[in-house]
């Protein structure tokens, strides 16, 4: 495995599963000691399990395992106190924050949620990212490199119905919000040589979308319908031949748009997407 990290110190929010726990996994492999934070929690309104403070202890225990150092903390992306103090211990323990991976994220999608899920939604997929940055900024120097978490969604305004209710609607809304973000911070911060790059995945094999709110939402003509009665539906996004995207690609993405391999790219949209984009003319492809 490659070293292109070493001495590094990447926070990765969301990280106690999913892709949070991956992208923490693969840049511990690469060198990196990890801040990890999670809710470890449900919000009322998110319609699947969220994290538990096992998850999160899982992550510290695999990163420990490959010889890292990692400070995991409970936080709430949406807590500006909570958020610092997890920051703060971490670069205490560490001395130093070269990557941030703004990856924590709620999708609750299906037409029974209340009203109030679409800004629950935009305050965690969002809010939270506004929140990690800021607070991560002053600790950054020339050579950083901030990763933000988006989705093939931004570009996709089909996604939000009155079936996919309002949970949906707040997720698009935030995704596109991530994507114009990134490019505008990456402008503002190119000056200082810190980078700002956005990676937007398909649909990935985690709890997110792995779950009977969806499955039902795909498959509404199935009284109990399982993932095999939804695989065809998770495969018709994309237009290469998968269903689910594992969260290690995601992962080989990050790594890359963390460490200096790319240190001349910012202000990318990365989609790893599977092509799902390609079915219209997708964004910055000139007509
Ligand atoms: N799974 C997919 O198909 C898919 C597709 C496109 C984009 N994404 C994005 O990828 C990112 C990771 O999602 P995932 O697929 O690993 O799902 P996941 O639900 O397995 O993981 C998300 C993690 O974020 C944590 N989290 C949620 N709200 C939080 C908060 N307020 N504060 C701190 N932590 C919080 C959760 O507890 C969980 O551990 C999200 O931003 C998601 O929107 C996922």
């Known amino acids: 495995m490659s070293t292109r990290l070493d001495g590094?110190?990447?926070?990765?929010t969301g990280a106690a599963r999913g892709q949070g726990r991956s992208h923490a996994l693969r840049l511990?492999?690469?060198g990196a000691d990890i801040i990890a934070v999670d809710i470890c929690d449900q919000i009322s309104t998110v319609n699947y399990p969220m994290s538990t403070p096992a998850d999160l202890d899982e992550t510290t225990k695999a990163v420990e395992a490959l010889d890292?150092?990692?400070v995991a903390?409970?936080?709430?992306?949406?807590?500006?106190?909570?958020?610092q103090a997890a920051i703060d211990a971490g670069v205490n323990e560490f001395g130093r924050l070269d990557i941030v991976v703004a990856n924590a994220g709620v999708s609750p999608l299906g037409a029974d949620a209340p009203s109030v899920a679409w800004l629950n939604t935009v305050a965690v997929n969002l809010g939270g990212i506004i929140n990690t940055l800021e607070l991560s900024l002053p600790h950054l120097k020339s050579g950083a490199s901030i990763v933000c978490i988006g989705s093939m969604a931004a570009f996709m305004g089909s996604l939000e119905s009155a079936e996919a209710g309002p949970g949906a609607a707040g997720y698009g809304h935030s995704k596109r919000a991530v994507a114009r973000l990134v490019n505008d911070l990456a402008r503002n911060l190119a000056p200082k040589g810190i980078r700002v790059n956005a990676v937007h995945p398909g649909n990935v094999d985690t709890t997110m979308v792995h779950n009977d709110e969806i499955y039902r939402l795909f498959r509404p003509d199935l009284d109990n319908p399982t993932y095999d009665d939804a695989k065809d539906v998770f495969a018709a996004f994309h237009g290469l031949p998968v269903d689910l995207i594992a969260p290690?690609?995601?992962s080989d993405a990050v790594a890359f748009l963390a460490s200096d391999a790319?240190?001349?790219?910012?202000?990318?949209?990365?989609?790893?997407?599977?092509g799902a984009l390609l079915k219209s003319v997708p964004p910055g492809v000139p007509d």
């Open 73 to 83: 903390k409970i936080a709430d992306v949406r807590s500006r106190d909570a958020l």
């Open 8 to 12: 590094k110190v990447a926070l990765i």
């Open 28 to 30: 511990a492999q690469e």
């Open 262 to 274: 790319s240190r001349y790219v910012t202000g990318l949209q990365m989609r790893v997407e599977a």
């Open 248 to 250: 290690e690609d995601i």
């Open 68 to 70: 890292r150092r990692i």
